[in-house]
């Protein structure tokens, strides 16, 4: 089980987690726990603000430290309550690092996290010094807070809790688990709009799915996210599949030219 408590103004947003899909089943079924708490809950003045103007000047509004502090003082507590020892915290930036399955599998790794969302212009910068151990983004673009990513992060790590996806191979077989984008899938009928499913896959042959593929995993990085394939050290195995590939794909380029 893995432990999370989320740091948010909206925790509403988090229902899309837990009452929808794969997620609501593994929340239902205790192989994961999320308790999300609004710092507002932690204002200390009849406002219940969380929000004040930048030092410095400038834009929009920072949110102030002390009721995220409590907030997360709260979260641990209730974490370490539970039964875990250290729970990690992990605040959404774009100046973070970059949110991957390599990623993934070392965050899943962690009986508790504890998800800080920030809002507005961010979080007041002595919150994330004194109490993150995990910057992360989820990409090279702004949201309007830290919502979504946490929610695709708690996505991709539900994901990875034994027994979620009730068949241990789903998780081998996905895209990223071995570098290399997925291969293409198919299911009935055999034929639709005039195309067939590929012959291979109609065999019955294992060896020889199994090789197409991971012939197509390796044709598919190689055209559409090389700089995954650059990371990679191929095996002759592979190194031979993907020249066929590239072979397939040129003879087939030339088929298109006349």
Known sequence: MIHFDAIT???????????SGVTRRAFEVGLYELVVWNPRDFSTNAYRSIDDRPYGGGPGMVMMAEPLEKALKAARQRQRSSGVREPKVVYFTPQGRLLDHELVVELSREEGLILLAGRYEG????VVVRHAQYEVSIGDYVLSGGELPAMVMMDALVRQIPGVLGDAESVAQESFVHGLLDCQHYTRPEVYEGIPVPAVLLSGNHAEIE??????????????????????????EQQLLLEEYK????????????
């Open 211 to 236: 090789r197409w593929r991971m012939k197509q995993a390796l044709g598919r990085t190689w055209s559409r996210r090389p700089e995954l394939l650059a990371r990679l050290k191929l095996s002759s």
């Open 247 to 258: 072979h397939d794909a040129q003879k087939q380029e030339a088929a298109r030219a006349t």
């Open 9 to 19: 103004l909206f925790p509403e947003m988090f229902d899309a987690l837990t009452r």
């Open 123 to 126: 979080v007041d910068e002595r």
